[in-house]
Every structure is written in C-alpha cells, then in structure tokens.
C-alpha cells in the first residue's frame, strides 16, 4: 500500500473531497497542483485496493474451478 494502511473507504472519500475542491476553482494554482498530486496518490492508493480484490476474487474462483 503506498499509505500507512488508508482503507479504501477513506482514500475515496478524500478523493471526492478533492475532486470537489478542484471543480469548486477556488484554490491557487500552487493549491491545486497540491490538490491533483494528492489525488493522483488517492486514485492510486483506491486502485491497489481494487487490484487486490479482484486478485482474491479471480484466486477463490481459479479454486473453485
């Protein structure tokens, strides 16, 4: 995980978070650079999570078989 353990949950509720600051056009452009690399580390922090539960999934379903 490329954070102290942030559920899933957490990350994608912080994500929206950002997103919805960014589309607000409010912040500085220094702000929003912060912001988007923030996110960027969000999104990919959501996408390990997906990525290993599909692995778990395809891994019961390969047993299953």
Do not use: F, P
Not at 2 to 23: F, H, P, T
Not at 38 to 55: H, M, S, T, V
């Amino acid at each position: 995980m490329s954070e102290k353990k942030i559920s899933y949950e957490a990350a994608r509720d912080e994500l929206a978070d950002v997103v919805a600051k960014l589309e607000g056009g409010q912040s500085s452009l220094e702000e929003s650079l912060a912001l988007w690399e923030r996110g960027e580390a969000l999104a990919k922090i959501c996408q390990e999570w997906l990525d290993g539960a599909k692995a778990k999934l395809d891994s019961v379903k390969k047993a299953s078989e």
